[in-house]
């Protein structure tokens, strides 16, 4: 949503900025390879899901209870409804493409490509957080940046 503020030319390059923003935060350790872990250590299918599926839903009720509170910062008035949905949809994208691809019992060729340029992009150096520590510190990016947008800070 932010970038979708510095990108001209409305919804489609707000997604594709959204898209690369997330490839390019993912070079940055934040504490997901626990989680990650976690869920591909699942000793079959129906645990995977257990295990994804409700983190999932969390992720997405706290994903959009974020970007309906941004919808209502004066830093957002400017820009359309569709270009800021579309610069937070092609943010979470690559994690969609990839979930849809770990579901599947035979992917298609085409989601593995995008998948495994979406993994090249991940750190793969010493994770430098637990599951907590990452949920943490991401909480706290997300707080701040909230604050960001309402100019208190
Ligand atoms: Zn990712």
Not at 40 to 63: A, E, W, Y
Not at 92 to 104: A, E, H, K
């Amino acid at each position: 949503m932010f970038i979708a503020t510095w990108i001209p030319g409305g919804p489609l390059p707000a997604l594709v900025a959204g898209v690369a923003s997330h490839l390019a935060l993912d070079a940055i350790p934040h504490g997901d390879a626990g989680i990650g872990h976690w869920v591909h250590s699942s000793p079959n299918h129906i645990t995977k899901l257990q295990r994804l599926l409700p983190m999932v839903f969390v992720d997405q009720i706290l994903g959009a209870g974020v970007f309906f509170l941004l919808l209502s910062s004066p830093l957002f008035h400017s820009i359309g409804f569709w270009t800021l949905l579309a610069g937070a949809f092609g943010s979470i994208l690559p994690d969609y493409l990839t979930g849809i691809r770990d579901l599947l019992p035979k992917p298609p060729r085409w989601l593995e490509s995008i998948h495994r340029l979406h993994e090249k992009c991940h750190y793969r150096g010493k994770e430098h957080f637990t599951i907590l520590t990452g949920l943490i510190f991401q909480s706290l990016l997300v707080g701040l940046f909230i604050l960001i947008s309402f100019r208190v800070i």
